[in-house]
């Protein structure tokens, strides 16, 4: 088998060494490192070549780049690094790595044009001054060449036992059998339409109701259109760690029955990886990344084989896996699971990782060219996370905070920012505003300050400030979408509260929304093979289409229920009334109706409200006048450990009620089967408030769509609705009831975004 690499993949691979060291050192930007390359370029005598195509093979390797500049004359081949601030300052590791890449290119130019012997710079050009720095050595033909090959020799013993895993994991999963002894009801059409986007390369819009087995109804079939369809990496990816965590159970499930169904019982060759946040996985919080603080980042890279090997030969790379075996190699679990991000075939992990402005996997399969098909879980709410990724705010506040102690530049830089900031806040000093364009002059002043911090920031002595350091990269945000900024996002300036010293110079957040993530996130979508987004709620179809930018060509498919309308028990409380004016008049009927279904069939409800606020007044009046039952709250500081003892009180044959925050943590993605939970009460249609953001994002969506009230009110509030009372029937055997506590519900415009199983009383 033949292999193709990139100069600079190759020596990634070979030629990293030292320590990890992510203290942060402001770069230039792609625009600057271009600008960069050209001014160098431009310096040079008449001859003088520049991008110089080269290839070179070993065996069945081959392997290509550009080498940046190539001087006849002189016989110097010369390869161009941008940077800001020291030279002294940058990383060991990094120039390492450049003189790897520079010394491959000149194996190839030697061979390329016959050479015994040239003369390699690497040309380093800051570009805040232009200056040029160039680090020489005279080289022999030979010597690079055996480098060459000895690199080459380490890639290729990695590619073949790659190929090798790849062609044991495709020949598995093409004869992989579901795990049970047959599909549930509603789960083989959902599998079939799994198969069919992953094989013709679609994208699936799939709503398939909660109880029939999601998750390994779209695991199965595309771990077994993999091989057909050339899939490198399958990510599975949701907003919530409950989701990640079925995820990884149903990938256990079927290794476990390959296992089974293997004479000599071997493993599934299946690499799945669980990516979780830094804080999750890191070892040493207290230490700052790098090798002077961190005894797990100092020698990083040159023990990073050693422990890739040992983790890919473990196959299930889930997070206890991945810090076993850095504990065993020293290293740091967190950035190891990074490095394995290339060698895996199963990635499982949140949203961010793909979708964000610089998400890792997006980046990673670009760069690499993976065919890549994606598993969207939950997807109903992709909307409003991908909303928030591409949003950014700047609070005058720190800006103030940040000018104190800066340099003269960066004062004289954040003077002129807040001129045009201040500009802002005389135009509506008390009062939200929003803008269809950005300030003219606010985006180039930002640039100035970003510039001006930048060189701050790359002075080697310099002592951290981790204010400044923030300000930086809320800066750098800001004006990364501020160059994307378009019809589907807004400007806006927040009055902020007056305090101290400050109450007469009105302060302000400056924020650029976005509405509709749908341009953001098209490019995402097209890049990937295949793409499937599968949620319980996922109607209307349109909306999903509109909001996340799917292509035209999206299939979209209703899996039909397995529940019957006999199991769940709807009824719609026509007497009351949860709007806000109506609330404290209509407390005590919504009460008595809770007491009244509790008495009627003890056992195990949630009732749900639309703040705490308001569950904390309903809850009061409910055990004031009923003590005798058993109840619990949701509180607004609860964390992970709180939120599972929260969920653990629904006990099998229990009898309590807990109260709770609809759209929080207990409105979706937990599970609790039989008898742990057999009714709900929805005091709320989960609309959003009515505020001005609220209004503008209504006015924008009528503008695009011509359903401002449904995309922005209406829908996002039942689908919460919907997700709650999904709590109930988790089986075809559960038996329960669900009280929707609000007289709107009986709306047509209503009972129109409610399940079409449900038989309303």
Not at 436 to 444: E, I, K, Q, Y
Not at 582 to 608: H, K, M, W
Request: hydrophobic content about 45%.
């Amino acid at each position: 088998m033949t292999y193709t690499v990139a100069v600079r993949t190759l020596c990634e691979f070979t030629a990293k060494r030292g320590d990890l060291d992510l203290r942060f050192t402001p770069s230039p930007d792609a625009s600057e490192g271009r600008a960069g390359h050209a001014a160098i370029a431009a310096r040079r005598p008449a001859g003088y070549e520049t991008e110089i195509a080269l290839s070179g093979t070993f065996g069945s390797l081959t392997v290509r780049g550009r080498a940046d500049g190539y001087d006849p004359a002189r016989r110097r081949l010369e390869e161009f690094k941008t940077y800001r601030g020291e030279l002294d300052a940058m990383r060991e590791n990094q120039r390492a790595l450049h003189w790897a890449q520079l010394r491959v290119y000149g194996a190839l130019m030697c061979e390329k044009l016959g050479l015994d012997t040239l003369e390699l710079a690497l040309v380093y050009y800051e570009i805040g001054s232009g200056r040029e720095t160039a680090l020489v050595e005279q080289a022999s033909a030979q010597p690079l060449r055996a480098d060459f090959e000895a690199q080459c020799a380490r890639f290729v013993a990695w590619a073949e036992q790659e190929s090798a895993h790849r062609t044991a994991r495709d020949t598995a999963l093409a004869a992989l059998r579901l795990p049970h002894a047959s599909f549930r009801h509603g789960q083989r059409d959902l599998a079939e339409a799994v198969w069919r986007a992953a094989t013709q390369g679609r994208c699936l819009l799939a709503q398939a109701p909660t109880g029939i087995g999601k998750t390994i109804g779209t695991l199965f079939p595309q771990l077994k259109a993999c091989a057909r369809g050339g899939i490198d990496k399958v990510l599975f990816l949701s907003a919530k760690s409950p989701g990640r965590q079925l995820a990884l159970d149903a990938l256990d499930t079927l290794a476990m029955a390959h296992a089974r169904d293997k004479s000599d019982g071997a493993p599934l060759p299946l690499r799945v990886l669980e990516l979780v946040a830094r804080d999750k996985a890191c070892e040493h919080p207290e230490l700052a990344c790098h090798g002077q603080s961190c005894p797990l980042a100092r020698g990083f890279y040159d023990r990073l084989p050693a422990a890739r090997e040992a983790a890919l030969a473990r196959v299930n790379l889930k997070r206890d896996t991945l810090r076993e075996v850095a504990r065993e190699h020293a290293v740091c679990p967190y950035y190891l699971g990074q490095e394995l991000a290339s060698w895996s075939d199963v990635i499982v992990g949140d949203y961010n990782y793909y979708f964000d402005v610089s998400a890792m996997l997006f980046m990673l399969g670009a760069r690499n060219q993976w065919r890549m098909s994606l598993l969207v879980d939950e997807a109903h709410n992709l909307p409003e996370r991908a909303r928030a990724m591409y949003s950014a705010e700047l609070v005058q506040t720190r800006a103030d905070a940040v000018r104190r102690a800066a340099s003269a530049p960066v004062k004289r830089a954040l003077t002129r920012l807040a001129r045009h900031w201040n500009a802002q806040n005389a135009l509506a000093p008390d009062a939200w505003r929003a803008s269809d364009t950005l300030p003219d002059g606010l985006v180039a002043a930002l640039g100035d300050v970003i510039a001006a911090i930048g060189d701050q920031l790359a002075e080697a002595a310099l002592v951290r400030d981790p204010e400044l350091e923030r300000f930086y990269f809320d800066a750098l945000h800001f004006v990364r979408l501020a160059e994307r900024f378009d019809t589907q996002s807004i400007f806006d300036v927040t009055p902020l509260p007056a305090f101290g010293s400050n109450t007469k110079r009105a302060r302000s957040t400056l924020c650029i929304r976005n509405l509709v993530p749908a341009n953001a996130l098209r490019p995402r979508v097209a890049a990937a093979h295949s793409v499937t987004l599968f949620s319980a709620t996922l109607a209307p179809a349109r909306f999903y289409t509109d909001m996340l930018g799917l292509p035209a060509n999206t299939v979209q498919v209703e899996i039909d229920t397995p529940f019957r309308a006999e199991q769940l028990d709807v009824r719609i409380a026509r007497d009351i009334s949860t709007r806000y004016k109506d609330r404290a008049r209509s407390l005590d009927t919504l009460v008595e109706r809770i007491a009244r279904q509790y008495a009627a069939r003890p056992g195990n409800y949630l009732c749900f409200f639309s703040s705490y606020d308001y569950l904390q007044q309903a809850a009061a009046v409910f055990v004031a006048r009923h003590p005798h039952i058993d109840t619990w709250m949701q509180s607004r500081t609860m964390d992970e450990a709180q939120q599972q003892g929260f969920v653990a009180r629904f006990v099998e044959g229990g009898a309590g009620i807990g109260f709770a925050v609809l759209g929080g943590a207990f409105g979706e993605g937990i599970d609790l089967p039989g008898t742990r939970l057999i009714g709900t009460f929805i005091a709320t249609l989960g609309m959003p408030q009515v505020n001005p953001v609220n209004e503008a994002m209504r006015e924008r969506m009528d503008t695009l769509y011509g359903a401002g009230f449904d995309y922005t009110y209406l829908i996002p509030g039942l689908r919460k609705v919907v997700q709650a009372a999904g709590r109930v029937i988790r089986s075809e055997e559960d038996r329960g009831v669900v009280h929707l506590l609000d007289d709107r519900f009986a709306r047509p415009d209503v009972r129109a975004l409610l399940p079409a199983w449900w038989e309303i009383a």
